[in-house]
């Protein structure tokens, strides 16, 4: 029976789900954030507002939320011309992918947190990619995962679970998802709190924009990640309306 996780988490909308997911699920959950050179450094800020705000505001999960990582990945924006690590305009390019698209950006990152988790005793490796709403990248894929899952566990000779809590759904349920787990975090009225604390605390712009205020959250409202992120919230209150 799996006891522990670690939590690719960068302080956005669908990590911050999957931390949820993890603290209702797990004994011991830790966290880890990296820094890759990118645009929207601001993320780096917001996790940890995050953190201290899941904390305060749920008790039952302070209890269960261990030690805090960053991991300098300074390499990966030396290596990747995109549009996140780079001051470029976002667009399609000649293969179909958009120019957001940072190759072997989630590889790494899961071969590191793999790494760590060995090091920290910890079984599960929780992260929040998704083949529903997505942009095409080949490294959100549920094969992807499977394969990595398969090649971490060879490698470390030990097996790591690579859990995707939101592979198969799209935004709009991701809210709803959030909702259900701090309804069931044991915090009074607490999915109305968790999704209130996702609004105003998470980070998804992919501009870093954190002066415009919108009902979904912070953000330049225009790019990929703000245009998703909206369409997604307008959808969970609609389907909560109705």
Not at 24 to 29: A, G, L, N, S
Not at 81 to 106: K, M, Q
Not at 183 to 206: F, I, M, N, Q, W
């Amino acid at each position: 029976m799996h006891t522990s996780a670690l939590v690719l988490f960068s302080g956005g909308q669908d990590s911050t789900t999957c931390l949820a997911h993890a603290l209702q699920r797990y004994e011991r959950v830790e966290t880890v954030g990296f820094d890759y050179g990118q645009r929207h450094r601001v993320e780096l800020e917001a996790r940890l507002t995050v953190l201290t705000e899941l904390r305060r505001q749920f008790p039952a999960w302070d209890a269960r939320l261990g030690d805090d990582h960053v991991l300098d990945l300074a390499v990966l924006g030396q290596v990747s011309e995109t549009s996140l690590t780079r001051e470029t305009a976002f667009a399609l390019e000649d293969n179909g992918l958009p120019n957001t698209f940072v190759p072997g950006r989630n590889l790494l990152f899961m071969t590191l947190a793999a790494a760590l988790a060995y090091r920290r005793g910890l079984q599960v490796l929780v992260t929040g990619v998704c083949e529903t709403d997505f942009s095409g990248y080949p490294d959100c894929r549920d094969d992807t995962m499977k394969a990595l899952q398969l090649a971490l566990s060879l490698g470390m000779d030990r097996r790591l679970l690579v859990e995707t809590p939101l592979m198969w759904i799209d935004k709009a349920a991701t809210w709803a998802l959030a909702e259900q787990l701090g309804d069931a975090s044991g915090t009074p009225r607490g999915g109305a709190v968790l999704t209130d604390l996702v609004v105003e605390h998470t980070h998804t712009c992919y501009l870093g924009d954190r002066t415009h205020r919108h009902a979904w959250g912070y953000g330049c409202g225009h790019c990929p990640a703000c245009q998703l992120r909206a369409r997604g919230y307008e959808a969970f209150r609609a389907r909560a309306a109705a």
